[in-house]
């Protein structure tokens, strides 16, 4: 062979190998089988809300710790809320304004999550809240209002009578290949980082929404039994492993979430096990690296992950130019994850076609929207999620 051929046939090998990890061709895709959601790893069928609470959930949690996002610390030594601000009368005396820092401690170290909390004020307390995990800096949720960011769009939340919440990723996992460790890791849980199913940033964060939770059950202004985890992207996966890990959250919202979040990891679409464990290693555990191109060998799959938030409200929002996230994918998850809803007394059966670009379909406790549009969470998004949580939490 010439030097030229050998060139190209090393090009097209390369482009084939690219192709397989990244299609974005239906026609293209290849039968999977998805595993079992009702049948524990022993065989036993599972037959009813109380089986699987008690037997097949925490199995299916296992696997996810063991597999994909790593385990979750639960045990720290002290937590302690500390206001450093408070405003009655922001947004044009509609709300009023908390910043909180949140301190825990282990082992004699400490980190601290600065929480922002907006509250709305002529509203009967205790309110629902949103809570964002935010992973695009404190700038997004500037508290002057003097930078109006639509990902954090705090007017309108209040205006439908719910406090709105959040705190950056970076406090308790900078979002770094370099750096994630620094807070969280190193200082609270260092025997975490030695281990192959130990925590990594996904689990970081989540982590910290929890700890905000905690605050929210010191606080008579918010309803902690009414709190909505949303996260857009990489926020969105971590928000479905919050919601997967603390029972406590009443509705996880996974905006655009895609590979390791709300999408079927088994369909080659979009992004791939592969891609995303090269490019963000520091997101998951070390055993997750494992599935790179080898989707199949997975004891779970991503609709197992919208079933652990069953039976409480889960959402999962599209764009429509944002294949790389594979809604479809996405949206197959929440079918799939029905039976297990479903254990718990209630009917659903959403249609086996995703609803079309500009519409919100909901089902009591699922929905879903698919907006025209790139990649990013917008006015638009937030506006239904409200209208999802209203009809959820049976509010006005
Ligand atoms: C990358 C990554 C996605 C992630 C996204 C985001 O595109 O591959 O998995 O969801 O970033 O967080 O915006």
Request: glycine content about 6%.
């Amino acid at each position: 062979m010439t030097s030229k051929k050998i060139l190209l046939s090393l090009l097209l090998l390369v482009f084939a190998i690219a192709l397989k990890s990244q299609n974005y061709e239906e026609s293209n895709v290849q039968p999977y089988t998805l595993p079992e959601l009702l049948k524990t790893e022993s065989g036993q069928v599972i037959a009813t809300a109380d089986e699987w609470m008690q037997i097949r959930r925490p199995e299916v949690l296992r696997l996810f710790e063991d597999n994909v996002y790593g385990q979750v610390p639960k045990s720290f030594d002290a937590i302690y809320f500390k206001k450093t601000r408070e405003e009655k009368n922001v947004l044009n005396g509609k709300a009023t304004v908390k910043e909180v820092n949140i301190i825990v401690t282990r082992n004699i170290k400490q980190v601290t999550i600065h929480l922002l909390l907006f509250v709305p004020n002529k509203v009967k307390k205790p309110v629902p809240a949103f809570l964002v995990i935010n992973h695009r800096g404190m700038e997004t949720m500037d508290v002057t209002r003097g930078n109006k960011d639509d990902f954090w769009p705090v007017e309108q939340v209040i205006d439908a009578g719910y406090a709105l919440a959040g705190f950056d990723v970076k406090d308790v996992a900078p979002d770094d290949k370099e750096r994630f460790a620094d807070e969280l890791l190193q200082k609270l849980y260092p025997d975490q980082l030695a281990m192959n199913n130990g925590m990594r940033a996904l689990g970081a964060w989540g982590w910290g929404a929890s700890r905000i939770i905690d605050y929210f059950e010191t606080d008579p202004a918010v309803d902690a039994g009414k709190v909505v985890v949303v996260g857009h992207s990489r926020g969105g996966k971590a928000a479905l492993w919050c919601g997967a890990q603390d029972q406590r959250v009443a509705v996880a919202i996974s905006n655009e979430s895609g590979n390791s979040g709300a999408k079927i990891s088994r369909r080659n679409f979009g992004e791939s096990v592969e891609a995303i464990t090269k490019n963000f290693p520091y997101w998951f555990c070390k055993n997750y690296q494992q599935y790179a191109n080898n989707e199949d060998k997975l004891p779970v799959d991503q609709h197992m992950l919208i079933a652990l938030q069953a039976p409480r409200g889960v959402y999962v929002s599209a764009a429509e130019e944002d294949r790389w996230a594979d809604n479809k994918g996405q949206y197959l998850s929440l079918i799939e994850a029905q039976p297990v809803f479903n254990l718990y007394g209630f009917n659903l059966n959403l249609p086996l076609q995703m609803p079309s670009v500009g519409n919100q379909l909901f089902e009591i406790p699922m929905g879903c929207h698919i907006r025209e549009g790139k990649h990013d969470m917008t006015l638009y998004d937030w506006q239904q999620f409200i209208r999802f949580a209203n009809t959820f939490f049976q509010k006005k």
